[in-house]
């Protein structure tokens, strides 16, 4: 959220405007998700609002759930986007220091479920990274790429591994796949799926992979998060074995909403 504020406090007024990866959000649509969210982990009311019928990116109610905290700020000033973030971290900085209850403890979550605090946070600092991330793309500052929260992503990522090459793409029983990420974080981690096609992912190598694909962990982390697609950035993986799945791993890989 800091990083946040540091990328957009100085911005004039005009390059709240910019796009973003998201599709149909700006720079300061993105802000007012951020702060959006961070307000209803405190605790605040959501707010009354009629969302605009001609929104072509909303497509589903999670969206629509989304895009309210995002509409309602639309017409806010560059100054009262900055000044609400950074009343918004002050709250916030204020009640994760003083946060006393049981990680395993249930809070509200999006669309009035309900998760485990451990969850709910690890959720929300990879949200709140990856749209800085969002935001260093539009306003082209690259930074913070193995900062912790980047750990975090990579972790929740990696959960959505065994669904991504089993179930989507179809890996066969008793098969292996081997990623190889280079960068800044730097990791290889196997997806094994076994007789009854139920996939797990660990860091030990596999002897025999069916296939390996290799990228560094910029290009991971944006095609697991729906930010660029396969054919944009395929000159900067390496797929080697079954080229056939690999592309077929490849071509559905998000695992975000």
Request: hydrophobic residues 35%.
């Amino acid at each position: 959220m800091e990083a946040i504020s540091e990328l957009v406090t100085p911005l004039p007024e005009g390059q709240w405007n910019l796009a973003t990866p998201c599709p149909g959000w700006s720079v300061r649509d993105i802000v007012s998700h951020v702060i959006g969210l961070d307000c209803e982990m405190l605790g605040d009311p959501r707010p009354i609002h009629t969302l605009p019928r001609d929104l072509y990116h909303v497509q589903n109610e999670g969206q629509r759930y989304m895009e309210m905290q995002v509409d309602v700020r639309r017409h806010h000033t560059a100054p009262e986007m900055t000044s609400e973030l950074e009343y918004t971290i002050i709250r916030r900085s204020r009640q994760l220091r003083n946060e006393s209850r049981d990680p395993s403890t249930k809070v509200r979550g999006p669309l009035g479920t309900e998760l485990t605090l451990e969850l709910a946070s690890r959720t929300r600092a990879f949200d709140v990274w990856v749209h800085e991330q969002d935001l260093r793309t539009a306003l082209q500052k690259p930074g913070n790429l193995d900062s912790p929260g980047a750990y975090v992503a990579r972790d929740l990522l990696l959960q959505g591994l065994p669904k991504v090459v089993a179930k989507k793409a179809g890996a066969p029983a008793n098969s292996a796949v081997v990623f190889d990420v280079s960068g800044p974080v730097e990791f290889l981690r196997t997806v094994r799926v076994d007789a009854e096609g139920r996939a797990t992912v660990d860091s030990a190598p596999s002897l025999g992979p069916l296939v390996t694909i290799g990228m560094d962990w910029d290009t991971y982390f944006r095609l697991a998060c729906g930010r660029v697609t396969y054919a944009s950035v395929k000159d900067r993986v390496k797929v080697e074995g079954d080229l056939e799945l690999g592309d077929a791993i490849l071509g559905d890989f998000a695992v975000t909403p």
